[in-house]
């Protein structure tokens, strides 16, 4: 059997045509359950010091922890987390909306993941010259209160000139549109970047606005624990919040390629060469 990474002519023309594809069982049950358990080990000895994650309010990328999480394993709560009176209105394995973002570097559990076979066979059949992970997201989407993700592409955080940052999104437990599953825009990978958000001193800002999407171009991509979905760097995609009593836990890994293709130093995310290369 071919590794699980290993794409059929088939299934890279359906990438290349609608800028996704599902790949079935790509982690065991065992892998699964072993960066699950590793995650619940982590947010055990997580002291609180966290800071909170949106996507619809731009003011977080503004600060400082955010910025070294490029470099280490951090925290991040969800919006809704907290109650009026500034504390947690559950318990913290709770109110975590993300664990990033060099997981890959720094875990020995989701480096193996990161670096295995499957994945570095699936660079090799994208036509990656020197494939590396540039950021890691644990993703939790918690009941109740796992905020929205808004319409965005990759290519829009982790740019190089050429575009070439891919997503992979590993369900770490069943997605459904109940819990908040990943939407996206078929094909939308062929109009162009829309936009690029660029890193100032203390600060970051988008170059333009964001467009305006129609909800009825999404398709929902529901998938089983185990499965990947691969995103192209250019494809609008989205997840809406999770109203549910039941979380979507996900990793999500993206690459770039360092061959051919420079890292924009206006990123927010400043790439250290020895990280992330196979
Ligand atoms: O997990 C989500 O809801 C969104 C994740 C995402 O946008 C990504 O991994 O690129
Ligand atoms: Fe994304």
Redesign the pocket.
């Known amino acids: 059997m071919p590794p699980a990474g290993s794409l059929t002519d088939e299934q890279l023309r359906f990438f290349d045509t609608n800028g996704y594809l599902v790949l079935g069982s790509f982690s065991s049950a065992e892998e699964v359950k072993a960066m699950r358990d590793r995650m619940a080990e982590l947010v055990d000895g997580f002291d609180g010091a966290g800071d909170v994650f949106s996507t619809k309010d731009h003011r977080q990328v503004k600060n400082d922890f955010f910025f070294k999480s490029a470099e280490n394993i951090s925290f991040f709560f969800e919006e809704k987390a907290f109650g009026d009176d500034g504390c947690l209105k559950q318990a913290k394995e709770l109110s975590i909306n993300k664990v990033g973002h060099a997981l890959h570097e720094l875990d020995p559990v989701f480096k193996k993941f990161s670096f295995g076979v499957n994945v570095s066979s699936l660079f090799s059949s994208l036509r990656y010259k020197r494939p590396a992970v540039i950021q890691s997201?644990y993703?939790f989407?918690q009941p109740g209160i796992g905020g929205e993700?808004v319409p965005?592409q990759?290519n829009t955080f982790l740019y190089t000139d050429p575009p070439s940052c891919t997503?992979l999104?590993l369900a770490l437990e069943d997605a459904t549109k109940t819990n908040?599953c990943?939407w996206a825009i078929p094909g939308s990978h062929k109009n162009g970047l829309k936009r690029r958000m660029i890193r100032d001193e203390n600060d970051t800002h988008f170059d333009h606005p964001s467009p305006t999407y129609d909800l009825k171009e999404f398709v929902p991509l529901e998938v089983k624990s185990g499965d990947l979905v691969v995103?192209h760097g250019d494809l609008i995609?989205q997840?809406f919040e999770n109203l549910s009593p039941v979380s979507r836990h996900?990793l999500?890994l993206?690459v770039i390629d360092t061959e051919g293709c420079e890292w924009s130093k206006q990123n927010w995310l400043v790439y250290f060469n020895t990280f992330g290369e196979f």
């Open positions: 997201m993703i989407k993700v965005h990759d997503g999104w908040g990943l995103i995609h997840s996900a999500s993206h």
